[in-house]
Structures are given as C-alpha cells and as structure tokens.
C-alpha cells in the first residue's frame, strides 16, 4: 500500500497530538514502552518535521507487536466462519442498503456512479488522502452561556479528550484492515460518516461498510462473534463477551465457548479448591506485618481439616493461592508484581 501523506496541523504539533494521531491508526492505543521506544528511534522528531507519518509509526509498532506473539490487551472479534444463513442475510442486507439515499448520493457525486474494483482501493485512498489535511478533534466542557457567546476557553479544567478522526477499509478477499487518518469535512469525512451509520444500521463492521459504499461487495454477516476484556490490574477480571445469533442451538454456543478457551488460555484449567480460596481471603485480611508463624498458628485454629506444621509450605501455598486466584501466573495477562505486604516466603518444603 502506498504511504499516505500527512500534514500535522501547524509546524510543531504538541507531543500529545502525534500520540493521538498514531493512535487513531492502531486498534490498541500505544504502550508508554512502544512511545518511548518510538521516541528514541527518532520517529517523533521525523513526524515533526513532515519527513514520516503517524500511519508509518503505527505500521512499525504493529509489527512489533506481531513479533512478540501480540501483546494487545484488548483484543479484536473473533467471529466463526459464516453459514449459509448468514450469507443469504448478508445479501439481502446489501439489496436494502443500495436503496438508501445517502449510499447513491455518495456514489453518484463521488464515484459518478462507477464502483471501484477490489485492485482500485488503495490507490483511491492514497489520492484523496494527500490532497486532505487531517485536522485533531477536541471535546470540552462548556456552560450554555459560553455556547450562546460562542467563545469557549481551552484549559485543563474543561478539556474532555481530544484525536484525529481514522477510516477503516478492507480490500476484498483479505481480512486486513487498513486506516487512515480523514479530515471530518471533505470526501472522506464524508465517507466516515456515512460508514458509521451504515455499521450502525445493519450491525456491520466500519471497515467493511466502507468497502460496500466504494465496491458494492455484502458486507459478511457473522453468526456469532466475541472479544476479550482484559484488565492488567486483575487478570482474574478477563471476560469474554459474546454475541451470538439466537438461532444458533446449545451445543454450538458449548463449542463455541470450548474454542475461546483453547484458543486464548491453553487447553490445561484446573479449578481452585475450596482451601486454596480460603487461604487467598486468609492473607489478605490478615493484619499487616503479622509473621508467618502466628499466621500459620491461627490458620490451624479457623481450619483444623486443613492444617499445616511448616511455615514455608503455608507461605508458598498462600503465595500460589494469591496468584491463582488473581490470574498472575497465567499464559494471558498483567503480571501483579509482590503483594503490598508480609514477610519475605520462605524456602518452599516439602509439601504436605
């Protein structure tokens, strides 16, 4: 794909709206680490001065990302192939989607009712991209009085967020997504909004209510989808949503579930038992800076069935029940670092 211009408003952006605009580019925003290590690669100093774009920096963490097996926290949705059901659903879609007013308007004025063929794509992209100037976003808090004056003051008491505006596209017959940064005025400004409440109305993908504008191919409807919601404080928190088509019987959505599992923590789960939670709740209500001795002694006295003679196997049995139960330790995740207190464990004996 050819690279696209891209003019940063002003001669020396402030730092934080590079940030955004190489953001506005990535599905996952950008790790302190990787704005570094960016920063110290000299890519932020070439943004400034126009001699690479976000959209170049954004394609280098990614490959970075790839090459260390993925490291985004959020992941994107995974969906299962589509049936024929949800094939005949996507081509009905796309027949009620034609007719709308706003797709033929778009098509007639910009494409002068000529669809782009799946090679065109890229290159109808690069074009338009360089002739637009990409322009940040801001939101803020602001009284009625200020909005009837029409004067708003910046500051860091009523600045909400602020970015730069993407499009996402897919060339048919590949799963990748591309994105651009687009000005909210101008034929891909227009674009985007048009996407957006096409993706709305029928529950397709931006990308790909994009593509249908430009070339008229159905965007795929997905009988079942899900992502991931990672939480780097707690691993334990992980949650995968799905969403899933009501037709679909018990034991597809069972398999469905069985291959997130598989594909995202592993094929070996073993269940917490019931002492190893007691002795997570344990130490974490015990008061601060109590020994491991006294510890052990009053463990003994709350759960007889389950004592212990040796202060270093309650220690590391405590120490792995924490772990265990917070999700520390697992393939995916936040590692949660030492405990906030206690004394040092001891050296693991032998088990009982």
């Known amino acids: 794909m050819e690279e696209l211009a891209w003019q940063p408003p002003g001669s020396f952006p402030p730092l934080n709206l590079i940030r955004s605009a190489i953001d506005a580019c990535l599905e996952v925003p950008l790790a302190d680490q990787e704005w570094n290590l960016l920063d110290a690669q000299g890519f932020i100093g070439d943004i400034k001065q126009h001699r690479r774009s976000p959209e170049q920096a954004a394609a280098l963490v990614q490959q970075w990302r790839e ?63 360089r002739r637009q100037e990409p322009k940040p976003w801001v939101k803020v808090y602001a009284s009625p009085e200020e909005i009837q004056m029409g004067v708003v003051t910046l500051g860091p008491s009523n600045l909400v967020n602020h970015g730069y505006d993407s499009l996402e596209y897919v060339v048919p017959g590949s799963d990748r997504v591309h994105r651009i940064l687009v000005a909210s005025k101008g034929i891909l400004g227009w674009l985007k909004w048009l996407a957006v409440r096409l993706a709305e109305r029928f529950l397709w993908e931006e990308c790909h209510a994009t593509t249908f504008v430009l070339t008229d191919v159905p965007p795929p409807i997905r009988e079942c989808e899900y992502h991931l919601e990672d939480w780097r404080a707690a691993p334990a928190l992980t949650r995968a949503v799905l969403r899933i088509d009501p037709t679909m019987s018990p034991r597809e959505v069972a398999n469905l ?44 006295k709350l759960h007889p069935r389950w004592t212990y003679k040796r202060e270093q196997n309650f220690a590391r049995d405590c120490a792995q029940a924490r772990k265990r139960l917070l999700g520390e330790g697992a393939s995916r995740g936040a590692r949660l670092g030492p405990p906030l207190w206690g004394p040092e464990v001891p050296p693991v004996g032998k088990a009982e």
């Not at 997130?260 to 209500?285: D, N, P, Q, V, Y």
């Open 67 to 129: 090459a260390v097996g993925g490291l985004n926290r959020r992941l994107r949705s995974h969906s299962l192939a589509a049936t024929q059901r949800a094939e005949a659903i996507a081509q009905l879609l796309a027949v009620e989607a034609r007719k709308l007013d706003s797709v033929t308007d778009f098509r007639e004025r910009v494409l002068r009712g000529k669809l782009l063929r799946a090679d065109q794509l890229d290159r109808w992209f690069g074009i338009l991209a």
């Open 257 to 300: 579930y069985r291959q997130i599992r598989f594909r995202h923590f592993g094929r070996r789960h073993r269940s917490m038992t019931a002492k190893h939670m007691e002795l997570a709740k344990f130490w974490a209500l015990a008061p601060e800076g109590t020994a491991w001795k006294a510890l052990r002694e009053e463990w003994n």
